[in-house]
Each structure stands twice: as C-alpha cells, then as structure tokens.
C-alpha cells in the first residue's frame, strides 16, 4: 500500500482558519503529514479493500468535525472546537465561525466526570447551542452511570439495583458537589433523614450479595455476577474515603443525586436538554460515530433498521436503568473495549455492517497519548478520537496543561487529525491508497 501525493497544495485547504485570539494554541500543528502506520498495514489494507468490495467510500455532506471525552473540562472543549475552526472567542463570548456555520459538530460522549467543572462544559454545550451550531451529542459510558445512579436511588429497593449509586457513583461525586452547591436548598436538606439512614439510602445492605445472586441469574452469566459482587466489594472499601475527599456528607450525596433528577431528567430541568438531545450512534455517509464500539446484534440492528432505531432502543432501555441493559448490547455501544466479557463483534456483524455500506467506526473511549489513532478492530476500521483533554486525566498520566484537539472530516474523503500532542496534523484519505 502506498500513500498517493496530495491532490491539492499541502497547506492550507484542509486546515481552516483557526482564531485564537489568546494564544493558548500556540503549540497546535499547522503541517500535514500522511497518518503514520497506514501506509503498509496490512489490516488497514485488507480493511480498505473490503471498503472497495462492497461499494466504496460515501463521505459526509458537510464538514463534520468529532470531539470526544471532554470529562467536564469546558476550557478543553472549547479549546478544541477552535483548534478544529469552527468557534471563535470574542470577549469571554462565543460565536460561530463562517467554517463553523457549513459543519456538523458531534461531541463523541463523555461529557462528564473527572473535571474541574461539569457544570461549566454543560454550560459551554448550551453556548454552542445557542450559536446555532449543528450539535450532536452521543452518550458515553460516563454519561450513563450518572442516569444510572440517580435512577436507582430514587426508584424502591430492589436486589438487581440498590447498589447501583455505590458501583456507579464514586466518579460522578465531583458532579454531585457541583449540583450541591448550586442547586440543592436548605429546605431539600431539612427533608432528608438523618446521616445514618442517608448513608444507609445510599448502599445495599448487608445480605445484598445473596439476594443479588439470586435475582441475577435471569439476566446476567455466573461469571459476571462474580464480578459484580467482588467489584461492589471493592467499591464499598473506598466509599468513605472518597466521600471524605469529596467534602460531601451522605445527606449531602443524597440531596445532590436527588437534585440531579429534577436538574437533569424533568422537563423543564436546567440541563434537561443534554440528556434529552443526546442520542448513541450517527450515521454519516461511510462513517458511523459511537462512543465506544460495535457487536454483532448492533450491527445487525443498524443494517436491518437503521441508526434511528438504535437510538430509540437505548433512550427507551436507559430510562430504565435495569443491570442487564448496563452489560447488554445496547449499553455495549458506550462501554466496549472488544475485551472477552464484552458482548461479541465478529465477521458476521462487520460483513452485514459494510454490505449497509458502513466502513468506518469513529470513536472516543480510549485514549491517547499522541493524537488519533487508526486501527483495524475485529477486522473493521476504527478511529479513535479520543487526544485526552481534560486536565484531570492529562495530570494523572503525566500530560501538560490543557489538552486541544479535533477530528476533521471532509465531503472529498479527507480526514484529518489534529492534537497538540503530536507535532503534525494528521491526514488519512483512502480513496487515495492503493
């Protein structure tokens, strides 16, 4: 395989005008380079030849411009969405670029979690909103245990749900503290129990790993079953000090969570607009954008009755919140890592999903170090979205600053890759390797 020259100068068509008025992307590269590792990859190559064997590539309409993972970290996204050309900064404000105006934004999931602010990238969602800018939002694994969480302390107690908040809750307390101070009054307090009967709301009791076993067996494997007691176990032995760092007592917890329903799930809720947009899969052309991955009853799904009707089962399935939707196909879309306990993508489903003309998964979930990444998963191309931007997860693994980044994907079959931690833009044209 060979990468063919540019059709076009290297410069800078496919690159829009970027304006960054403050200079915090300084360091974004404005080169391009051919995407390394495709030119004689044989599981790419076979990849593209399939591509080829069954009807060749159909590119989106518009520019789309994918950004995934922002884990509540606004200045990141938005950082990003200047990095890709499409917003400008004007005075704390933003607004829509004339390239921003043509494309299709889609925020690969994950929007909360982990920081510093999930309130404020939720904030910066409704900007862009208001801008008029073409947004679609996908759900991610993340997004999906606060729904999760929530609903299973304000529903009765039951065996398959009670210890829902505490194996889901612990990454969402940064949130939970945000919605605590901004939302919940002295009055929602007053309601509450007190500590110990708001902690003892908040977890499964102690027989619950007996009655869990019984009642899972309809709808989980023994094995995982073993390894939701022994997850929960080891869950429920950082309870306190998690709690404690969050600064929240358990009737605040409790508050919050509760709040969380009426902020983000009633109609009329401040946020209520982000779960209620959000949708798990797009189709554009050749390319389908989800959080995670695929498996065969998915594919199956979506070649058979298309992306809306996979997008209908999981808004239907995640009101429900029930533990074999979290391990099921559906919830697959947000969660898969292809590993051995993930639900199967095999041959069958790679074949049905290029025979509905889908050649291309573009995803977050896994993130990098350097950039985008494209790989050949279950014999399917992949391109992984996710650059790491958020400061909290570029701190732990030893990143500086705020990360920026974008996938840029054109109507002539371009695709480029941009991250300031690597030091070109990545380009990937198919139809042009032979």
């Not at 602010?117 to 245990?145: F, Q």
């Not at 199956?300 to 808004?315: D, H, I, K």
Request: charged fraction near 25%; hydrophobic fraction near 45%.
């Amino acid at each position: 395989m060979t990468y063919q020259p540019h059709l076009r100068p290297p410069a800078a068509p496919l690159l829009p005008p970027m304006f960054d008025t403050d200079s915090c992307l300084a360091d974004l590269p404005r080169d391009l380079a051919p995407w390394p590792g495709t030119q004689a990859h044989p599981q790419i190559s076979a990849c593209l030849d399939r591509a080829r064997a069954h009807g060749g590539w159909r590119w989106p309409e518009r520019p789309v411009i994918f950004v995934s993972d922002p884990h509540a970290d606004a200045e990141g996204f938005l950082r990003s969405l200047i990095a890709g050309g499409v917003i400008r900064r004007e005075r704390g404000r933003i607004a829509l670029t004339a390239f921003g105006k043509q494309a299709r934004i889609v925020l690969g999931g994950d929007s909360l979690d982990k920081g510093p602010s999930n309130l404020a990238l939720l904030d910066a969602l409704a900007a862009l909103r208001a801008t008029g800018a073409e947004l679609h939002i996908l759900a991610g694994n993340h997004d999906l245990r606060m729904r999760m969480a929530v609903a299973a302390l304000r529903g009765p107690r039951a065996a398959l749900t009670e210890h829902l908040f505490a194996r889901m809750g612990r990454k969402i307390l940064p949130a939970l503290r945000e919605v605590r101070d901004r939302f919940v009054t002295d009055a929602d307090l007053t309601a509450l129990p007190d500590e110990e009967r708001c902690r003892a709301r908040l977890l499964p009791g102690p027989d619950w790993p007996a009655r869990f076993a019984r009642a899972a067996e309809a709808e989980l494997h023994p094995k995982l079953i073993d390894k939701e007691i022994a997850k929960l176990t080891e869950k429920l032995g950082k309870f306190d000090r998690d709690r404690a760092r969050s600064g929240l007592s358990c009737r605040d917890i409790l508050a919050a969570a509760l709040k969380c329903h009426e902020v983000f799930f009633e109609p009329g809720g401040a946020y209520a607009w982000f779960y209620d947009s959000m949708d798990v899969v797009l189709r554009s052309g050749s390319l389908l954008f989800v959080h995670a991955g695929l498996c065969d009853i998915m594919c199956a799904l979506l070649a058979t009755e298309g992306p809306s009707a996979v997008n209908a089962s999981y808004r239907a399935e995640a009101e429900r919140a029930s533990l074999g939707f979290y391990f099921g196909p559906l919830a697959n879309l947000v969660r898969t890592k292809y590993r051995a306990s993930d639900c199967d993508l095999t041959d069958r489903g790679v074949t049905a999903l290029h025979r509905a003309g889908i050649h291309m998964v573009v995803q977050g979930h896994v993130n990098s170090h350097s950039g985008q990444r494209l790989l050949a998963k279950r014999g399917l191309l992949h391109l992984e979205g996710d650059v790491t931007l958020d400061r909290a997860s570029r701190a732990l693994e030893g990143l500086d600053g705020i990360g920026a980044g974008a996938t840029l994907i054109f109507p002539s079959g371009d695709v480029i890759g941009l991250s300031r931690d690597y030091p070109a833009a990545k380009h990937f044209a198919p139809e042009r390797m032979s």
